[in-house]
């Protein structure tokens, strides 16, 4: 699963524009690699602006840092393509700049993570992975892809 964590700092986002973002980043997520939409996970944390400093200087404005963590296995492309759509997503619905937004991808092996009690299949394996799950857990993972 992926999982994006969004901090943001000397910005407020209010509940609908988390929202807006949580369901912008699950869909570029599942568009761009083909992953169904349960394969993402969206956490928010607010930051002090106080507490964030770019180059041993404090922050002087508001500022997004995303952190994404995805399956290992993706090409090029579609890292480039995930970090570009979910910026302008994430500018589109706080009006930050593109300067103020930064955001990074960080891959792990498949094999080192675990979700729903099961350890994650290699990308192109999720078929497979899905039908070894408990029924209960695969009618829950339709309903958050549909």
Same mark, same amino acid.
């Given at each position: 699963?992926?999982?994006?964590?969004?901090?943001? +700092? =000397? #910005?407020?986002?209010?509940?609908? @524009?988390?929202?807006?973002?949580?369901?912008? #980043?699950?869909?570029?997520?599942?568009?761009?690699?083909?992953?169904?939409?349960?394969?993402?996970?969206?956490?928010?944390?607010? $930051? *002090?602006?106080?507490?964030?400093?770019? !180059? =041993?200087?404090?922050? *002087? @404005?508001?500022?997004?840092?995303?952190? !994404?963590?995805?399956?290992?296995?993706?090409?090029? @492309?579609?890292?480039?393509?995930?970090? #570009?759509?979910?910026?302008? +997503?994430? @500018?589109?619905?706080? &009006?930050?700049?593109?300067?103020?937004?930064?955001?990074?991808?960080?891959?792990?092996?498949?094999?080192?993570?675990?979700?729903?009690?099961?350890?994650?299949?290699?990308?192109?394996?999720? &078929?497979?992975?899905?039908?070894? $799950?408990?029924?209960?857990?695969? &009618? &829950? $993972?339709?309903?958050?892809?549909?």
């Amino acid at each position: 699963m992926a999982t994006y964590s969004i901090y943001y +700092a =000397g #910005v407020s986002l209010n509940t609908h @524009q988390k929202f807006t973002l949580a369901q912008e #980043v699950t869909k570029i997520h599942a568009d761009v690699t083909g992953a169904e939409a349960y394969f993402a996970q969206v956490i928010f944390k607010e $930051l *002090d602006l106080h507490d964030c400093f770019i !180059g =041993g200087v404090l922050l *002087d @404005q508001p500022h997004i840092f995303l952190s !994404g963590q995805i399956r290992l296995g993706r090409s090029e @492309q579609i890292k480039k393509q995930l970090l #570009v759509e979910i910026e302008i +997503a994430i @500018q589109i619905t706080t &009006k930050l700049s593109s300067h103020q937004i930064w955001a990074y991808l960080d891959e792990l092996t498949p094999s080192l993570m675990i979700e729903y009690g099961q350890i994650l299949p290699s990308v192109g394996n999720d &078929k497979a992975w899905f039908s070894t $799950l408990p029924d209960s857990i695969q &009618k &829950k $993972l339709t309903l958050l892809s549909s």
